[in-house]
């Protein structure tokens, strides 16, 4: 058995676990064997989406996830729409703050970028701040 663990910051956390398949014979061996490399590519799997998450928490949006295979592929598909809702956060927050600073209080974000529910800051609003 093989055990990994990684530091995350103030925590430890477990990532794989194997079987050796050397204590089996026959078809168990190859079962066992045939696990360990399921555990392995999921693993791979995982770590290219926490990669990716740790690169865009450190503002590096520019980078993809690329598309896992099999169900994971809802993990890509996922990551990929936070992405594209982040950067147009961006891009809307880039413009306000470009527009106020030359004093053009008129421009607002488009509320119906972001899909899926929202905090009441980026819904429409029928009330404005008064200045």
């Known amino acids: ?6 530091p995350f910051g103030p ?7 194997y079987m050796s398949a050397d204590r089996f014979k026959g078809e168990y061996k190859q079962i066992v064997s045939t696990f360990n490399d ?13 990669s990716v998450v740790g690169s865009h928490g450190e503002g590096d949006f520019p980078r993809v996830l690329e598309e896992l295979p099999g169900k994971e592929r809802v993990a890509t598909n996922r ?10 956060l961006i891009s809307d ?5 470009e527009a106020a600073v030359e004093g053009k209080l008129a421009p607002r974000a488009d509320a119906t970028k972001p899909t899926g529910s929202r ?6 609003r029928k009330r404005r701040a008064r200045c």
């Open 38 to 50: 399921i555990v392995r590519a999921h693993v791979a799997n995982l770590s290219k989406v926490v």
């Open 1 to 6: 058995m093989v055990l990994i663990v990684v």
């Open 93 to 97: 927050a880039s413009m306000l703050s």
């Open 11 to 17: 925590i430890t956390i477990l990532v794989e676990l």
């Open 119 to 124: 905090p009441p800051a980026f819904r429409s």
């Open 79 to 88: 990551k990929g729409l936070l992405r594209s809702n982040v950067l147009n």
